[in-house]
Structure formats: C-alpha cells, structure tokens
C-alpha cells in the first residue's frame, strides 16, 4: 500500500502520503536555512550605522508581502536622497496574474513599509507615483512605478504600525475557529486602510451563513487554480523544496516538509508536469485547503472604484496597513487571491466573490480577500540579500 503511494506521488506532485520513516529517510528533514530568513533580525549593523538612510529603509521595506514572493522590486539609488523603485519585468506571474495587479499592489506594500520606516527616522518620504506617466491596463515596462525623495522633517509623525514589520507573516496555518476575531482588531484593522479612498469589508463569526458562501468561493477558486496546468505550473516554478532549494533562491514558497524533502532528493518529486484533477496530490490538497477555510472565523476584504495602477498600488499600501495592525494584535491573515484573478477560468468565484461583497459595479474591484483568526506562529519566508535590490 505504501509502496503504491509512493509510486503515484512520483508521478503527480508535492502532497504525499507514505511516510518518512517507511522510507527510511528519517534523516531528511529539513529546515529553514538562518540565512535565508536573515533580514527578519533587522538591519544589519553596519546598515543601522552606515550613513546612507536608504539602505536602513529597504532593510524594512523588503519584508512586505509579495505575491508568491517573488520580490519584483529594484531600487535605484544613483541620486541622493532618492529612491527610485521599478519592476523587475522577469518577476512578473502571467499565468495568475496576467494584468499584473498584484504585482502592483505588491510594490504599494513596500512603499508604505518604507515610508514607515521614514517616519521613524524623522524622514518625509514625498512618494510621486508613476514618474514617467503609469502604465497601461495590460502590462508593465521599465519605467518607474514610484520615486520618493526623502527630506528630513521634524514634523513628521512616527506610525506604531511601524513596530509591527518585523513581526508581520502571512499564516497559512488552521485557525482557532473557537477564536472570534474581536471587534477591537476588526476596528483596528479597518481604521489602518484610512490615508486611502477604498472601503475595507469584513464578516465574523456571527455570521455564519456568509462565512459558509466565502468558504465556498475560496475553496472552488483554490480548486480551479490546481486543476488548470498552467496556473498550477506557474507555482511549481517558484517552489523551493528543501533548504538548499531555499537558500539558493531566497524567493518564492518554501516547502521544507521532511518527507516532500526526501522524495525530492531522491528524484521523486516530479515538478515538470501539473497533476491530474483527479490525483492524490490535487485532491488531497483541497481537502487540506477546506479544512483550513472551515477553520476560519473572518474574511476580510478591499474593494476599490476603478482598477487603475495608482489604484492597485494604493491598495496595496492598504492591504500592508491591514495585515500590520492584525498583526498588533496577534491576529493571523491569509490571502486568497485566487477568485480574484483575472484569468478565464476564475470568471465564475471571481463574480461571486464580487457580488457577495458588494463590489459588482463595473469598475468596481476587490483588490484583496483575506481569512483572519488565530492560529499557531510561523516562521518568517525568506528574502533575498539587501544587495540584490539595489542599483546605483
Ligand atoms: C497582492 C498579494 C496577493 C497575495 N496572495 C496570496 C495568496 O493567494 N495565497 C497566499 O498564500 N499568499 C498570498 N500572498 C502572501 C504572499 O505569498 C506572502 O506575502 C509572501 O509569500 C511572503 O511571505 P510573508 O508575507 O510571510 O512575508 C499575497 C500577497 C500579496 C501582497
């Protein structure tokens, strides 16, 4: 039985169920690599230090969230006193997001962390968005998506949110369904999205036919997702399995379970094609993924008028303002991107996961969906070396 486990998992994909121990491999485990998860400590010494301030504010604003982790951000810093941030067009997903939204939203999250870590330092970050003109509703190029020209002010305030960054991880752990999310984090959460024009949304426990109707949308979209090639692929590519996998790349979604570890050493763990809708490695990841949304006691959303890329980019500071004051107070947050992506396949969730939020205007868009509750600490995902980002 073990053995026929084992040998359909070599066939399909990153979910098993044999164990280490049947396959003699208890030695395999896996951890994550303390270099890989070094910016989490802080900014090094000589960066605390050193004269340029800059390199202390990108020592924060690398730790905001980023979709799949990809960190698609440069930071040219050939002027002084300025940061120029850009794309870096070979990180981009265009098989789940293939207007590049969340990639947009996803250098909103790193301007508000930055310009957090401004505040602390006494520093106004005047943040021009799209320098160059913005780009247009399909795709992105070369030219800037911000430039923040950094003046000392003694009249700037410092933000406690800023507290929160080195404490701040997505969980993708069960929640603690027993565990309302109290009304204060919710009014927390929802006063943190107020320097921008968008509505945050959110349902509790108290709810619960509609917590059953966001459990549902989540779990197809999920379903959708693993179950078309190309959108699974497109995550197959940025998995880094083990920690020499992880060290090597810094970027992308861990898995350093022992036994996914073992198969892989061994050869085992085929990432070259997408499982079968109907293999074990798909199933049994959606049925882990339901029991997680059944766990859940609160959604959150934010939803925008319009769509365009200063839109998506202040949602995107928003969505870190958010996930910053949960983390205050220690409440756990989750993304569910999946219904909200515009490739075909997602047309169905993506409508009803707008209707139910009241967001089927047209121009209307949820920017993020998130589950919320408490759960079990994780440990920080790694990110590149400071270096890696900087151009000068
Ligand atoms: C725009 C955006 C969309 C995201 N969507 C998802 C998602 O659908 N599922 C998920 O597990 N994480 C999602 N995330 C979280 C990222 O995967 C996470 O930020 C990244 O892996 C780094 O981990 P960290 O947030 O713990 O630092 C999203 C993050 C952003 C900014």
């Given at each position: 039985m073990k053995r026929r486990n084992f040998v359909r998992i070599a066939g399909g994909g990153i979910v098993m169920t044999a164990t280490v121990s049947t396959l003699g491999l208890a030695g395999c485990s896996s951890v994550m690599p303390p270099e890989a998860i070094e910016a989490w400590r802080g900014p090094a010494a000589d960066v605390a230090l050193g004269p340029d301030l800059r390199r202390w504010l990108l020592s924060y604003a690398i730790l905001a969230p980023h979709s799949h982790n990809l960190q698609s951000w440069i930071a040219d810093l050939s002027r002084p006193d300025e940061i120029v941030l850009r794309c870096d067009l070979q990180r981009l997903l265009p098989q789940t997001d293939p207007l590049s939204r969340q990639i947009m939203m996803s250098h909103g999250t790193l301007l508000?962390?930055?310009?957090?870590?401004?505040?602390?330092?006494?520093?106004?970050?005047?943040?021009?968005?799209?320098?160059?003109?913005?780009f247009g509703p399909d795709k992105l190029d070369t030219r800037p998506v911000a430039r923040i020209q950094l003046r000392p002010d003694a009249t700037v305030h410092k933000d406690p949110l800023f507290a929160q960054i080195l404490r701040r991880h997505t969980n993708r752990n069960a929640y603690d369904l027993q565990r309302a999310v109290p009304s204060a984090a919710w009014q927390a959460m929802?006063?943190?999205v107020q320097p921008h024009a968008l509505?945050?949304?959110?349902?509790?426990?108290?709810?619960?036919?509609?917590?059953v109707t966001h459990r549902r949308i989540a779990l197809e979209a999920w379903r959708i997702e693993l179950t078309t090639s190309r959108t699974i692929m497109e995550s197959f590519d940025v998995l880094r399995v083990g920690s020499a996998e992880v060290v090597a790349h810094r970027d992308g979604l861990s898995l350093l379970d022992p036994m996914a570890v073992a198969l892989a050493r061994l050869g085992l763990l085929?990432?070259?094609?997408?499982?079968?809708?109907?293999?074990?490695?798909?199933?049994?990841?959606?049925?882990?993924?339901?029991?997680?949304?059944?766990?859940?006691?609160?959604?959150?959303?934010?939803?925008?008028?319009?769509?365009?890329?200063?839109?998506?980019?202040?949602?995107?500071r928003a969505y870190a303002r958010v996930q910053l004051a949960a983390t205050a107070h220690d409440v756990a947050m989750h993304p569910l991107s999946q219904a909200l992506q515009e490739y075909p396949e997602q047309d169905k969730p993506y409508a009803e996961i707008h209707a139910l939020t009241s967001a089927a205007r047209p121009g209307q868009t949820v920017q993020m969906w998130a589950r919320v509750g408490y759960a079990p600490p994780v440990e920080p995902a790694p990110r590149r070396p400071m270096q890696d980002f900087i151009r000068s």
């Open positions: 508000e962390l930055l310009d957090l870590a401004a505040r602390e330092r006494g520093l106004r970050a005047d943040i021009t968005l799209f320098p160059e003109g913005t929802a006063a943190a509505r945050f949304g959110q349902v509790g426990v108290e709810e619960s036919t509609a917590l085929d990432r070259s094609k997408a499982p079968a809708p109907d293999a074990y490695a798909t199933t049994s990841q959606v049925k882990d993924f339901a029991q997680k949304l059944d766990s859940t006691p609160g959604f959150l959303w934010i939803v925008t008028e319009g769509n365009d890329r200063v839109t998506q980019v202040n949602a995107g």
